[in-house]
T-cell receptor, first 110, second 114 residues
């Protein structure tokens, strides 16, 4: 079982819709959770982080964490074509290195 | 200082040659990480430094790989006797504080081993 699992996609949504990206992790001791966006040929860019159960909102982005279910998600409201990218979920167990999933490719069509 | 800087951006080498990459972290970031990423995969942890001390190396990292961070500033990653399987994007990242796990990545070095 991989430590961090994501559906590779692509996830296709129309412009203006809500995109929902999901991630599960295997280590119950995981403490910190991150979402990175990666455009093709570019390096990952941090867009959200969450440490506690519940929701955290930042602009059009909402991160949701459920530690009991070992599940973290990212919602993107009012999706734009510029949101088309690969979204990487990353998890830390507290040893201060991040373990990444394989990423979900998001395609937002105009 | 605008971010993590990596050089070169691209490196093409022949199998068996040695290559060295450089990373300059964001000023005052005391943690520096090296990751490797292949197409369709997420970044894979290689090693990290706190100041000049190398605190962890991945078990996946063969003895052909060595990293240094003299004086706790820039870092180098050397691959000896390169193999075609070493072809990947090598990413450097830094983080600002000992207990801050937010990583800021450089643009990466794309290595192609022919």
């Amino acid at each position: 079982q991989k430590e961090v699992e994501q559906n590779s996609g692509p996830l296709s949504v129309p412009e203006g819709a809500i995109a929902s990206l999901n991630c599960t992790y295997s280590d119950r001791g995981s403490q910190s959770f991150f979402w990175y966006r990666q455009y093709s040929g570019k390096s990952p860019e941090l867009i959200m982080f969450i440490y506690s159960n519940g929701d955290k909102e930042d602009g059009r982005f909402t991160a949701q964490l459920n530690k009991a279910s070992q599940y973290v998600s990212l919602l993107i409201r009012d999706s734009q074509p510029s949101d088309s990218a690969t979204y990487l979920c990353a998890v830390s167990t507290g040893f201060q290195k991040l373990v990444f999933g394989t990423g979900t490719r998001l395609l937002v069509s105009p | 200082d605008t971010g993590v800087s990596q050089n070169p951006r691209h490196k093409i080498t022949k199998r068996g040659q040695n290559v060295t990459f450089r990373c300059d972290p964001i000023s005052e970031h005391n943690r520096l990480y090296w990751y490797r990423q292949t197409l369709g995969q997420g970044p894979e942890f290689l090693t990290y430094f706190q100041n000049e001390a190398q605190l962890e190396k991945s078990r996946l990292l063969s003895d052909r790989f060595s990293a240094e961070r003299p004086k706790g500033s820039f870092s180098t990653l050397e691959i000896q006797r390169t193999e075609q399987g070493d072809s990947a994007m090598y990413l450097c990242a830094s983080s600002p504080r000992d207990r801050d796990e937010k990583l800021f990545f450089g643009s990466g070095t794309q290595l192609s081993v022919l």
